[in-house]
């Protein structure tokens, strides 16, 4: 099982998918090191109204390029296909998906309406959008 911070950056699992067994990727990182954005959103009421922790939405970006190094300096073990094979996988079980990264476990709401994938000579990149249970 891949260990984020280690073998990844981020895993998603799901019981129906590769046996339960978390499924690790890397991450778009800028200079602070990978992303995931969780956004926290009120919609359709005022700050001031009562309408609990509201929702949740994280984004990513998992990359599916040749050569890919782990955080611990190893080479990442999944090709390009077989990174596109997980995340359609996980993509069409219904949620929820457990999103695991360094600072913690999210569970995956819905997987939204986004999965958009940007194909290179050498590979591809792959934006998600998720809807992960609130945190507080």
């Given at each position: 099982m891949p260990t984020a911070g280690?073998?990844?950056?981020?895993?998603?699992?799901?019981?129906?998918?590769?046996g339960g067994v978390a499924v690790g990727f890397i991450l778009r990182a800028d200079r602070r090191g990978p992303q995931v954005e969780v956004e926290h959103v009120?919609?359709?009421?005022?700050?001031w109204a009562d309408q609990?922790?509201?929702v949740a939405v994280a984004?990513?970006?998992?990359?599916?390029?040749?050569?890919?190094v782990t955080p611990?300096?190893?080479?990442?073990?999944?090709?390009?296909?077989?990174?596109?094979?997980?995340?359609?996988?996980?993509?069409?079980?219904?949620a929820p998906l457990t999103l695991t990264d360094t600072l913690g476990t999210l569970t995956v709401a819905w997987a939204?309406?986004?999965l958009r994938e940007r194909?290179?000579?050498?590979?591809?990149?792959?934006?998600?959008?998720l809807?992960?249970?609130?945190?507080?």
């Open positions: 280690v073998d990844c950056h981020m895993t998603l699992q799901h019981a129906s998918v590769n009120r919609r359709g009421l005022p700050l609990g922790p509201g984004r990513c970006t998992v990359l599916a390029l040749p050569r890919l611990a300096g190893g080479e990442y073990a999944l090709s390009g296909a077989e990174v596109r094979a997980a995340l359609t996988a996980l993509w069409a079980v219904a939204d309406d986004g194909r290179y000579g050498d590979g591809a990149e792959y934006e998600l959008r809807v992960v249970a609130p945190t507080t």
